[in-house]
């Protein structure tokens, strides 16, 4: 049984930076597609960004294109999302989730794509 757990999430000024790690007790990830999404207040969860299995193909939101970076160590026991130049909108909490696959070019941006999520960690960037 697979149990993601984020850390990493705090408190930050506008402009700070954070990033937060995604595990699964120390065992790989490898054969998962992964992806983040949030929930700010009163809002609907989003997708933030996604990483196929073998990790060659990356997606991100718009709204935080060349702004969030999404990674993993090496041997993929743990995803990374590292977001930089944070802003007030950018509050939310933050899930990983992960696809069992056997595709290894593919990323997911549709939550009902993910097999297991995390129970979140929350961001919350100051003006």
């Known amino acids: 049984q697979v149990q993601l757990v984020e850390s990493g999430g705090g408190l930050v000024q506008a402009g700070g930076s954070l990033r937060l790690p995604c595990a699964d007790s120390?065992?790989?990830?490898?054969?998962?597609?992964l992806g983040w999404f949030h929930q700010a207040p009163g809002k609907e969860r989003e997708f933030v960004s996604a990483?196929?299995?073998?990790?060659?193909?990356?997606a991100y939101a718009d709204s935080v294109k060349g702004q969030f970076t999404i990674s993993t160590d090496n041997p993929k026991n743990t995803v990374y999302l590292q977001m930089n130049n944070l802003k007030p909108e950018d509050t939310a909490d933050y899930y990983c989730?992960?696809?069992?696959?056997?595709?290894?070019?593919?990323?997911?941006?549709?939550?009902?794509?993910?097999?297991?999520w995390g129970q979140g960690t929350k961001v919350n960037v100051s003006s």
């Open positions: 990483l196929s299995r073998n990790g060659d193909n990356t």
């Open positions: 120390g065992r790989t990830l490898s054969t998962y597609a």
């Open positions: 989730a992960a696809k069992a696959v056997y595709s290894d070019n593919y990323y997911y941006q549709v939550q009902g794509s993910y097999d297991y």
